[in-house]
């Protein structure tokens, strides 16, 4: 579409007209659910994903109008209101690492066999819960979130050569996570893990 | 498949927000809409001049003010007869008049140093329509030394970012604009700054921040509440005994 306005013309004109804010909402609300979704799991994603908007939207005579995409600055939000559950992110990363459960996944999302697709699944969430807070975000943001370096360092408001160092360290661990069972045949996951997944997914059908 | 691949299959099968969901989200967004629109009607025309929308001057005097009222520049269309301040007025959404307001609300207390400023310089289409605005200034923050923190509370270290006070524009000048009740922030300067910590951010609170000049607290000229009083010409050591001896008030979060 022809002149169609930036996000920041959208932030600017919401100062004087606030429904206009609407439109971000409607943008990007999917998107921010689904990281935050990955991250905490689908009730707290709900809360986490309402208060980003509604603090973007009380604080946005901060938001640089110059910028074209609004996007990294929601992402931002959505991370530091995750700052509150880490602990609980890390916790339930354990135990998906423990059990081959993923608590994050509930039985009325109706997956099949109620994990990812990836036989890594639990060696991901145990080097996950192993990162630093700081390489956590950066990682996802880049993973998940599909954040250029650039839109990293916007979102969280840190200097560009910090996200590479972290993303380079996140990266680092990861792969050295994943290299032992990457030797294994087809990435097969431990046998007590798939019949724990099973039962799990009979008891709740 | 790399490390980066596998990761990106991780928990990507969950499923997108049902409407339900959406719609929940939504109708807190469109109810901080409306709050907003609510406090600009009710504030409409006490004084003439501009209304700042909620989200500015949430970050203008710390997150404690619902709107704010700028005496319009057109009664000083002169540039003989425009002041050299324009002072703002604000409601404030919980008092910080005493010591004990202070610790009721903020998280830690601090020596800062504001380091740097960059200017906010975004008219609205209105504001630009009428050709005046207020500038407001991204103000980097280094905390020099805490003298109080709340038990149990984040700690601030390093640098902070805040919103703060900047300029009222009009006929391509600049005059210097303050929320009365508030200091101007120079870049180069110490503040004893009491800081809240809300929603994962770190917030000063505006009139409970004093400049701290020749090893004392020494408030603006229109820092004029008991708090101001009980700090003013007091060393750091004797403004960290106030807040450690006040009490919060029963209902403080």
């Known amino acids: ?205 | 498949m790399d490390e980066l691949e596998q990761l990106k299959t991780f928990r990507a099968e969950l499923p997108a927000p049902d409407q339900e969901t959406v719609e929940r989200s939504r109708a807190s967004l469109d109810r901080a809409i409306g709050s907003e629109q609510h406090s600009r009607r009710r504030l409409s025309t006490p004084r003439r001049g501009l209304i700042l929308a909620g989200a500015t001057i949430g970050a203008l005097v710390a997150a404690v003010a619902l709107a704010v009222v700028v005496p319009s520049l057109r009664d000083t269309s002169s540039s003989s007869a425009r002041p050299s301040v324009i002072y703002g007025d604000g409601l404030l959404a919980f008092a910080l008049d005493t010591p004990s307001d202070v610790v009721s609300h903020a998280d830690q207390v601090s020596l800062v140093t504001a380091v740097s400023s960059t200017d906010l310089n975004n008219p609205t289409p209105d504001e630009a329509a009428a050709g005046e605005w207020l500038i407001m200034r991204n103000v980097t923050f280094r905390v020099d030394r805490t003298l109080w923190r709340r038990t149990g509370s984040p700690q601030l270290t390093g640098t902070t970012q805040a919103v703060e006070d900047g300029w009222a524009y009009k006929d391509s000048e600049r005059t210097k604009f303050i929320m009365r009740g508030t200091t101007w922030i120079e870049v180069g300067s110490q503040y004893v700054m009491p800081l809240s910590f809300t929603n994962g951010e770190w917030a000063p609170l505006g009139p409970a921040v004093f400049p701290y000049v020749n090893g004392k607290s020494v408030p603006a000229v229109t820092q004029e509440s008991p708090l101001a009083q009980a700090v003013a010409g007091r060393s750091l050591e004797q403004v960290a005994a106030i807040y450690a001896a006040a009490k919060p008030k029963p209902d403080a979060r």
């Open chain 1, 1 to 205: 579409m022809l002149n169609e306005a930036s996000e920041g013309d959208i932030v600017a004109g919401s100062l004087a007209e606030p429904a206009r804010f609407g439109i971000l909402f409607d943008r990007y609300y999917a998107a921010i659910y689904a990281y935050l979704r990955r991250r905490v799991g689908a009730d707290e994603a709900e809360d986490l994903a309402a208060e980003t908007f509604v603090r973007a939207f009380r604080t946005r005579g901060r938001f640089d109008v110059a910028r074209p995409s609004a996007r990294p600055w929601l992402f931002g939000i959505a991370t530091n209101l995750l700052l509150h559950h880490w602990r609980r992110e890390r916790r339930r990363l354990q135990a998906y690492a423990r059990t081959g459960i993923d608590p994050v996944v509930s039985p009325a999302d109706e997956i099949d066999e109620r994990v990812d697709a990836t036989a890594a699944g639990p060696v991901l969430a145990r080097a996950l819960a192993s990162l630093s807070v700081g390489e956590r975000d950066v990682l996802l943001l880049h993973a998940w979130a599909e954040l250029s370096d650039a839109e990293i360092a916007e979102a969280l408001g840190t200097a560009l050569g910090t996200v590479h160092s972290r993303l380079s360290r996140a990266r680092q661990r990861i792969r050295e996570a994943l290299a032992p069972i990457g030797k294994e045949e087809g990435a097969t996951p431990p046998d007590e893990t798939r019949t724990r997944r099973r039962e799990w997914t009979n008891s709740s059908s």
